[in-house]
């Protein structure tokens, strides 16, 4: 199975900046996503994260709020711009490797606190 | 404005019992099917999957079963433990991307 590793872990945050999450996974991967969960609620996909082009993005989820990098097969980063307390919650990244059907793998979160 | 945050359902069970989690889907068109635990601080922990060709598929200790009739999905998990104790959540997977469930706390008592 796929180990999935996100930096920052946690991260308390003044409004206004902006935070990026890396998300690397140790083997190479066929896709890899960003979902948020906000405090006592499920998991809510934000964007498909695609190697050497835009990401593509979920309704209600932009790309100017969300600006995602993949480089490569085994990396990506989500960057929350102009921080705002709404935007305290979990950050995940994920990774499916194969086609449709293989297993999804979840990183441990990015813990964000806006304050 | 300001959000809410759902209220999960709860589920308790008496250590050593079987638990049973349901979970109703929204897209017909969903392929594939799967449950995560998330324990308190911890990202979402695979458990089992299916495909929408099956109707059933049994792990270690847990059985996953699918209705594509009436689009429900449930997990069985035999002989519950206290290390159980979590918030469960189904996924329907269509194009590669999971949608989430609304989650359901299992709560174990001793």
């Known amino acids: 199975s796929a180990v999935i590793s996100q930096k920052p872990s946690r991260d308390i945050c003044q409004r206004g900046t902006s935070l990026t999450i890396q998300c690397q996974v140790d083997s190479q991967v066929t896709m890899m996503f960003w979902y948020r969960q906000q405090p006592g609620q499920s998991l809510t996909l934000i964007a498909t994260?695609?190697?050497?082009?835009?990401?593509?993005?979920e309704s209600g989820f932009v790309i100017d709020k969300f600006p995602i990098s993949r480089p490569n097969l085994t990396f990506s980063t989500l960057t929350v711009s102009n921080l705002s307390p709404e935007d305290s919650s979990i950050y995940l990244c994920?990774?499916?490797?194969?086609?449709?059907?293989?297993?999804?793998?979840f990183g441990e979160g990015s813990w964000l606190t806006v304050v | 404005g300001e959000s809410v945050g759902l209220h999960l359902p709860t589920l308790s069970v008496q250590e050593g019992d079987n638990s049973i989690i349901n979970c109703a889907y929204s897209n017909s068109a969903s392929d594939y099917f799967i449950w995560y635990k998330q324990e308190s601080g911890k990202g979402p922990q695979f458990i089992i999957d299916?495909?929408?060709?099956?109707d059933k598929r049994q792990g270690q200790r847990v059985t996953v079963l699918l209705n594509k009739t009436v689009k429900h999905l449930s997990l069985q998990i035999a002989a519950t433990q206290p290390g159980d104790s979590a918030v469960y959540f189904c996924a329907e997977g269509n194009t590669g991307k999971l949608i989430f469930g609304q989650g359901t706390t299992l709560q174990v008592k001793p």
């Open positions: 994920s990774a499916r490797e194969g086609f449709s059907g293989n297993t999804i793998y």
């Open positions: 299916i495909r929408s060709n099956m």
């Open positions: 994260a695609n190697q050497g082009s835009e990401a593509t993005y």
